[in-house]
């Protein structure tokens, strides 16, 4: 028994007459009046009587027409649910994000993209470079809003840059750099730093290890952090300077003051990454609205 088996019945049932049926249908009448004697073939009973210009619905027909209503009903259902998700208009959206770098970023393309497709539910998950990595190859994420990861790191993904963050010292407003309108790199060889975990940000300390390779030394490092909001209250205490993106401002507000370095090194690279293989067609809705914010925030 296929679903056509049961369109053609109902629309004979409606119609109460073959031919009409046949012409609402666009098929022939001989081939629809077999499918139809198919299909009771198959049940083993009649589910109509049929006579030279009607027919007219059996006990049994009556009670199959509405059960054969509701099958079509929700087959069409699933149709339309199926390809909501297939289109990206529906379904569920899992989304890696690095807090502080994405302050600027993910806001405004949340909204914008729940604006446009308020059928998705998307889930985000505050994770380190190495977690998202991690999560994207074990499919439990669909997409990654992180900073310069490595060509290592992306083996088997996919990454696009969308937004560029300049480096700043953070710094407590009492200390002494706070009066700086610039901070010489050279300077933080010789100041306590803050900053984050070897372990869940490697990038970061790449970073550090091309900003302070040319000046001959090496950062004093006076604790390591696995988050922002940690590397922040570390700073705010006086326990040390920290090397940030200009977008941990958009969190802390006055409690620490956001230097430039002189000279200015190269910005961060803030971007998304995704399988190889490609992405779902809701997860490329959410990265045109990332990158149209990256477009207004800069």
């Given at each position: 028994?296929?679903?056509?088996?049961l369109?053609?019945?109902?629309?004979?049932?409606?119609?109460?007459n073959?031919?009409?049926?046949?012409?609402?249908l666009?098929?022939?009448?001989p081939?629809?009046?077999?499918?139809?004697?198919?299909l009771?073939?198959?049940?083993?009973?009649?589910?109509l009587?049929?006579?030279a210009k009607?027919?007219?619905?059996?006990?049994?027909?009556?009670?199959?027409?509405a059960?054969?209503r509701?099958?079509?009903?929700?087959?069409?259902?699933?149709?339309?649910?199926?390809r909501?998700?297939?289109t990206?208009?529906?379904?569920?959206?899992?989304v890696?994000?690095?807090?502080t770098?994405?302050?600027?970023l993910?806001p405004?393309?949340?909204?914008?993209f729940?604006?446009?497709?308020?059928?998705?539910?998307?889930?985000l998950?505050d994770?380190?470079?190495?977690?998202?990595?991690?999560?994207?190859?074990?499919?439990?994420?669909?997409?990654?809003?992180?900073v310069?990861?490595?060509r290592?790191?992306?083996r088997g993904?996919?990454?696009?840059?969308?937004?560029?963050?300049p480096?700043?010292?953070a710094?407590a407003?009492?200390?002494?750099?706070?009066?700086?309108r610039?901070?010489?790199v050279k300077?933080?060889?010789?100041?306590?730093?803050?900053?984050?975990?070897?372990?869940?940000?490697?990038e970061?300390?790449?970073?550090?290890?091309?900003?302070f390779g040319?000046?001959g030394?090496?950062?004093?490092?006076?604790s390591e952090?696995e988050?922002?909001?940690?590397?922040?209250?570390?700073?705010?205490?006086?326990?040390g300077l920290?090397?940030?993106?200009?977008?941990?401002?958009?969190s802390v507000?006055?409690r620490?003051?956001?230097?430039p370095?002189?000279?200015?090194?190269e910005p961060?690279?803030i971007?998304?990454?995704?399988?190889?293989?490609?992405l779902?067609?809701?997860?490329?809705?959410f990265?045109?609205?990332?990158k149209?914010?990256?477009a207004?925030?800069?």
């Amino acid at each position: 028994m296929e679903l056509r088996h049961l369109r053609y019945f109902v629309a004979v049932a409606e119609e109460e007459n073959v031919s009409r049926a046949a012409l609402r249908l666009h098929v022939s009448q001989p081939a629809l009046s077999r499918q139809v004697r198919d299909l009771e073939d198959e049940l083993g009973f009649i589910l109509l009587h049929r006579s030279a210009k009607s027919v007219r619905l059996t006990d049994a027909g009556r009670a199959f027409l509405a059960e054969c209503r509701a099958v079509l009903l929700r087959a069409d259902e699933g149709v339309r649910a199926a390809r909501a998700v297939a289109t990206g208009h529906a379904g569920e959206l899992q989304v890696g994000y690095a807090p502080t770098p994405t302050a600027r970023l993910l806001p405004p393309a949340l909204r914008a993209f729940q604006a446009e497709t308020p059928g998705v539910r998307v889930k985000l998950h505050d994770l380190s470079t190495e977690e998202m990595i991690s999560a994207l190859r074990a499919r439990t994420i669909h997409l990654a809003f992180l900073v310069n990861p490595g060509r290592t790191l992306l083996r088997g993904l996919k990454f696009t840059n969308i937004l560029t963050d300049p480096l700043r010292v953070a710094v407590a407003p009492g200390h002494p750099l706070a009066r700086l309108r610039r901070v010489p790199v050279k300077r933080l060889l010789s100041e306590p730093l803050a900053v984050y975990s070897r372990s869940e940000f490697p990038e970061y300390h790449e970073m550090l290890s091309a900003l302070f390779g040319g000046f001959g030394g090496v950062p004093t490092i006076a604790s390591e952090h696995e988050s922002g909001a940690s590397l922040v209250a570390a700073v705010e205490a006086g326990c040390g300077l920290a090397l940030a993106s200009r977008s941990l401002g958009w969190s802390v507000g006055s409690r620490l003051k956001l230097i430039p370095l002189d000279p200015q090194p190269e910005p961060l690279n803030i971007g998304a990454a995704w399988l190889a293989e490609g992405l779902a067609p809701v997860g490329e809705r959410f990265l045109r609205c990332a990158k149209a914010a990256a477009a207004l925030a800069e």
